[in-house]
């Protein structure tokens, strides 16, 4: 039960920050490895994730390229996270990722997400460094 509540309410808070997308601000999406294989969406500075094995939703605090020369582009932000594969675990995390647009409206993406997760069953607290990567398409 705990878990159709939370998906239920990711997917409200992702629809309702697609809903709010401007037509000048690109939305994307696409699917990659996060919380297990899943969607990967990105709306403005919201990046969510829904896979078999968990959800996850950051906010990116920064955004940026290197220089003019590489095509890379980096970010970093704060966010949530629910695992629910095999113990329930939910916790906060930072990512640290990079995008490489690749074609028109294509871009790949790698992120390293140092993170603290509690298991309710067990009582205890976990401290863990996570990896996704994948790719999205804009809108």
């Known amino acids: 039960m705990k878990r159709l509540i939370m998906i239920f309410i990711c997917t409200v808070g ?3 920050a ?9 939305a994307k999406v696409g699917f990659g490895f996060d919380q297990g294989f ?16 968990g959800i996850s939703g950051d906010y990116l605090l920064k ?3 290197f220089a003019n020369d590489l095509s890379f582009n980096y970010y970093m932000g704060g966010g949530a996270f629910y695992k629910w594969h095999h113990d329930d675990i939910f916790g906060l995390r930072a990512p640290l990722g990079l995008t ?3 074609a028109p409206q294509f871009d790949v993406f790698a992120q390293i997400s140092p993170n603290v997760g ?12 996570s990896a996704a990567i994948g790719v999205r398409y804009a809108f």
Do not use: H, I, W
């Open 63 to 65: 955004q940026g390229t």
């Open 14 to 16: 992702l629809l309702t």
């Open 100 to 102: 490489l647009p690749f």
């Open 18 to 26: 697609a809903m709010s997308v401007n037509a000048a601000n690109a």
């Open 38 to 53: 899943g969607v990967a969406g990105q709306f403005n500075n919201l990046n969510g994730f829904v896979g078999n094995d």
């Open 118 to 129: 509690y298991k309710e069953n067990k009582e205890e607290l976990r401290f863990a460094l």
